[in-house]
């Protein structure tokens, strides 16, 4: 795996400018958070990323995108939907393969919800809804991980379980975190971001809790 | 924004207002009038009869019960198979198009066409619900697909298909409502099929038909309780998993009928339609023959579509607004905000009755009782739209947070009520504004001078140039009220709703 250069990265709505223009460099193994208030321009950053990785990253936004009517395991399946044929596809849809079934199953079970692997999702809590969405991330295992608060929903404990698996399956990966203890805990990189702009890149070796923390 | 010092009507009431006043003013020139000889005595027959059932017909009966429900199934799982297609390819504007012009056309005008080359044939019946339905299901089902969240499809790896994504992603997520659409629509799929019997078809409406014109009343009763028996109790007999073995029987439910004689059909589209003077011409490319032409089309439309689209505006405007009085009389009795339980039950049977009956049959019988005059057509016409309506505003008022302290009565009706479910309200009633116009079309084959009558009058005189001419200016008519009343409903900024 290459390092990934995103340049001219750029966003404006009716001529105000929500985001950039910046340039931002990924290298492979290096996990980078990123950090700022909420409407600083952190989701359309990540949003614009996975727009121009569309083949090599798995990606969880903040709102999950899973299909509420359909099953967790369908749910969790749907990574892998270019692994399989069309019809392969529309069989499972109808009527699950165990081997699918078993694939899906050990990632459910990391994220302590594989009891719920029939329920549809519209039935779940909603720290349910955001595990179910993870697993999905964590069994699509594309080169990088793009994820936008991957851990709102989830309880201290959880989500430090959750940030663990998901640094270990992805040991490329870009999260926007609101969590500074995690933040420093996880990511190799720190990266603020404040009115759409980068200002604040630097390794966690650098960076205090204290010095995050004016970015809140 | 501008500060408005002055109180002055709100667009919504002022559309409202311009509405009452048009409508008022198509009184003056309305045929509206009782003109059978004894009405209180026919009222009083049918009343009569209404409350002496006779259940000696049942036994005739029970095979146009099932050809009823059979149509109905085939017609409307065909429609939805096509709609959905159709709804897939939506975004093309030829299909949009092509849609609102078979959703345009009445399923009665599609019948009374088919019935020219098939005959007594059940494709004609199958063919009179499925075509106009696919165009309905087709503009629907796009609708609640669109709604459906993309971020799904977003998370999907890349190449996992067109096919798949759709079928993993917005498929499941729109499921729940085209079900109970469909289900909807299965509903006015049994009604229209009832009423294809009018045409002929041996549905339920043909028995209702016989029994009426002999002036069997109590038959006429039993009839139409089996049919309020059949629509109220759908929901105990329509459970999904019995959905597909009953199309799959549906077929073999049907009367084979009258052979289908294939050279009508194709005489039918090379000569029947052709308009007279180009099918009589030696020379299609003589300036005579264009001359014709053009006299043969300046007294088609002075004669008959004038007359008939003028009849038609005059009758659909007056019942538009009848329905929405009518509808704002309705909605208190099954709204929880307004009535106690025990009279919501009544409320809400009242309800049931009316919205099941269909428009045609309503106007038919109150013609039989007052005799022919557009004043059947319109009460019709707004009993049906305006319980229709009336439930469904009822329900969303359900809905309403109001304050502990409220006001009472009618104050709480004026103050509280009212003005929340106000766009609701207009919203519902443009979007039914199509479908009374559609009807009052169709409610011409009754005797009431409104477009159906001289389509019905050309087939009759086996002219079916002027009876296909007629069917399209009806169809223009309908898109044309259509998308005046879409551009009123974003002008006025009416929420969305899916439609009724």
């Known amino acids: 795996m290459t390092a990934i250069h995103l340049t001219d990265i750029s966003v404006s709505y009716d001529n105000r ?17 990123v950090i700022g208030k909420s409407g600083c321009g952190k989701s359309t950053l990540l949003s614009q990323i996975y727009d121009r990785l569309r083949h090599r990253a798995a990606w969880l936004p903040q709102d999950l995108g899973l299909v509420d009517t359909l099953s967790v395991y369908h749910n969790v399946y749907m990574a892998q939907l270019d692994q399989h044929s069309r019809w392969y596809n529309i069989i499972n849809l109808i009527r699950p393969f165990s081997e699918q079934v078993d694939n899906v199953r050990p990632w459910l079970k990391r994220m302590s919800i594989d009891d719920k692997i029939w329920q549809s999702v ?65 990511g190799q990189r720190i990266i603020g971001i404040s009115d759409g702009r980068i200002m604040l890149d630097q390794p966690v070796q650098k960076l205090s809790q204290q010095s995050l923390l004016e970015f809140y | 924004m501008t500060v408005r010092n002055k109180f002055s009507f709100s667009p919504r009431l002022r559309v409202s207002i311009g509405f009452l006043i048009s409508a008022i003013l198509c009184l003056f020139v309305a045929d509206i009038s009782i003109t059978s000889y004894n009405p209180w005595l026919e009222m009083g027959r049918f009343v009569g009869g209404m409350l002496a059932p006779d259940l000696m017909i049942l036994s005739v009966v029970g095979k146009a019960l099932i050809t009823t429900l059979a149509f109905a199934f085939l017609g409307v799982a065909l429609a939805a198979v096509g709609g959905f297609l159709l709804a897939l390819i939506y975004h093309h504007r030829w299909v949009r198009g092509l849609t609102a012009f078979l959703r345009a056309v009445h399923e009665l005008f599609w019948a009374l066409i088919f019935l020219q080359f098939f005959g007594l044939h059940p494709l004609t019946g199958l063919l009179a619900i499925a075509i106009p339905y696919s165009g309905v299901f087709a503009k629907i089902y796009a609708e609640i697909l669109d709604e459906t969240s993309t971020i799904p499809q977003r998370t999907l790896p890349n190449g996992s298909g067109r096919l798949v994504a759709l079928l993993y992603t917005r498929i499941p997520q729109a499921w729940p409502h085209l079900v109970s659409y469909t289900r909807y629509r299965l509903e006015c799929g049994i009604r229209t099929s009832a009423i294809l019997g009018f045409v002929g078809m041996p549905t339920l409406g043909y028995y209702l038909e016989s029994s009426f014109a002999q002036g069997l009343y109590s038959e006429v009763a039993t009839l139409l309780l089996l049919f309020y028996l059949l629509i109220g109790t759908m929901r105990f007999w329509l459970k999904g998993w019995l959905i597909p073995p009953m199309i799959l029987i549906a077929p073999f439910m049907l009367d084979k009928g009258l052979p289908i004689i294939w050279s009508n059909v194709g ?75 025990k009279g919501r039950f009544a409320g809400h049977l009242l309800l049931i009755v009316a919205r099941s009956t269909p428009e045609y049959l309503l106007a038919y019988i109150l013609l039989q009782l007052w005799g022919p005059s557009m004043l059947p057509a319109i009460v019709a016409l707004a009993i049906h739209n305006g319980s229709l309506i009336g439930f469904l505003i009822g329900q969303r008022s359900n809905e309403l947070k109001l304050r502990q302290d409220t006001a009472v009565g009618v104050n709480r009706y004026s103050y509280e009520i009212l003005p929340r479910i106000y766009s609701s309200f207009l919203a519902f009633l443009f979007y039914r504004w199509e479908v009374i116009i559609r009807e009052t079309a169709i409610l011409g084959i009754l005797g009431i001078h409104t477009l159906g009558f001289f389509v019905d009058s050309a087939i009759q005189d086996i002219r079916f140039d002027v009876a296909i001419l007629l069917i399209l200016i009806s169809a223009l008519v309908n898109i044309g009220v259509d998308t005046f009343a879409r551009r009123l409903r974003s002008r006025l900024r009416l929420t969305h709703h899916s439609a009724c």
Request: net charge negative; proline share 5%.
């Open chain 1, 17 to 33: 400018q929500v985001l950039g223009p910046l340039s931002l460099e990924l290298k492979p193994g290096e996990i980078v958070v």
């Open chain 1, 122 to 186: 519209d039935q779940l809590s909603g720290g349910q809804k955001q595990r179910v969405a993870i697993a999905r991330a964590l069994h699509q295992g594309a080169e990088i991980l793009l994820a936008d608060e991957p851990v709102s929903a989830l309880d201290g404990p959880k989500a430090d379980q959750v940030m663990a698996c998901l640094t270990q399956q992805y040991s490329t990966a870009l999260i926007a975190l609101h969590d500074v203890d995690l933040a420093l805990r996880y």
């Open chain 2, 267 to 341: 005489r039918f589209f090379s000569e029947d339609i052709v308009p007279a003077p180009l099918r009589r011409a030696d020379s299609l490319w003589s300036s005579d023959t264009w001359l014709e032409f053009v006299y043969w089309l300046q007294d088609i439309l002075s004669t008959q579509a004038l007359p008939g689209l003028w009849n038609t505006l005059v009758l659909s405007q007056i019942a538009l607004v009848l329905t929405a009085i009518l509808t704002l009389l309705l909605f208190p009795l099954v709204s929880r905000k307004l009535v106690s339980a």
